[in-house]
């Protein structure tokens, strides 16, 4: 097979698991891109930041820091904990990625959560390669935010809409992939911990810190609970 034709056929395999990312990251980079016109930045600002932070949280996030008086360790730590959960998502990958040679540095930089999903639980066919697979993915994700953003910061700066609502798209779309993964497991055993975990961090520590604790406890108990998961997977 020739090389070409190795990355066409992975990128028609890619595409379909993205489609539903595309809605979401279309739709949230649109009211990224006005939400920074709209507070006075030029819509090369919301473009260029888009293109090289890719972290849509400390994208929207950045709007009001870059309005303040800089900060640098505040920044730090915000990014830290905005952006802790890829830490985890990183180790987890790290067999996956460990093959994919070149391809691997714009696999670790362009991973976001909806990217980790799909790479991460996608049934990829045997004729189709799989670090091309995992490229297209990232990048198709990449693209479609940077087109989002494009036109939302196009938009801002030529006319005025109200785009308060618009982030119940990531939400609703967290939850179609959680489903997805669901429906595919045998067992539900890690889809509960992490559930039970995520519960309990977020009623101690409160919807504004819940997260890293909610990491750690579920890394914690996934190492511990390995061996006892492995065997329940097997039997079902």
């Not at 028609?12 to 016109?37: D, E, K, N, S, W």
């Not at 932070?53 to 905005?82: C, Q, W, Y």
């Not at 539900?188 to 975990?197: D, F, I, M, Y």
Request: overall charge positive.
């Amino acid at each position: 097979m020739s090389p070409t034709h190795k990355r066409t056929r992975a990128l028609r395999a890619a595409f379909p698991y993205t489609i539903p990312i595309l809605t979401g990251f279309v739709f949230l980079g649109i009211a990224y891109g006005y939400y920074m016109t709209s507070e006075g930045f030029h819509a090369l600002y919301p473009i260029l930041i888009s293109a090289t932070v890719f972290a849509g949280s400390m994208e929207f996030a950045a709007v009001s820091i870059l309005k303040e008086a800089f900060d640098p360790l505040r920044v730090l730590l915000l990014t830290v904990m905005v952006n802790a959960r890829h830490l985890f998502y990183g180790i987890s990958m790290l067999e996956k990625y460990r093959a994919a040679g070149r391809k691997k540095f714009f696999l670790i930089y362009g991973m976001a959560d909806e990217t980790f999903s799909v790479n991460c639980a996608a049934d990829i066919p045997p004729d189709v390669d799989k670090g091309w697979f995992m490229l297209w993915v990232t990048v198709l994700n990449y693209c479609y935010w940077q087109f989002g953003t494009a036109v939302g910061a196009i938009l801002g700066s030529m006319i005025h809409i109200n785009t308060e609502g618009l982030s119940f798209v990531l939400t609703a779309l967290f939850v179609v992939l959680f489903l997805e993964q669901w429906l595919k497991e045998k067992t539900h055993h890690s889809a509960l911990l992490g559930l039970g975990a995520t519960l309990v961090c977020l009623l101690i520590f409160g919807n504004q810190n819940f997260i890293l604790p909610a990491m750690l406890v579920i890394l914690a108990g996934l190492t511990l609970l390995k061996a006892p998961l492995s065997k329940a997977g097997d039997r079902a």
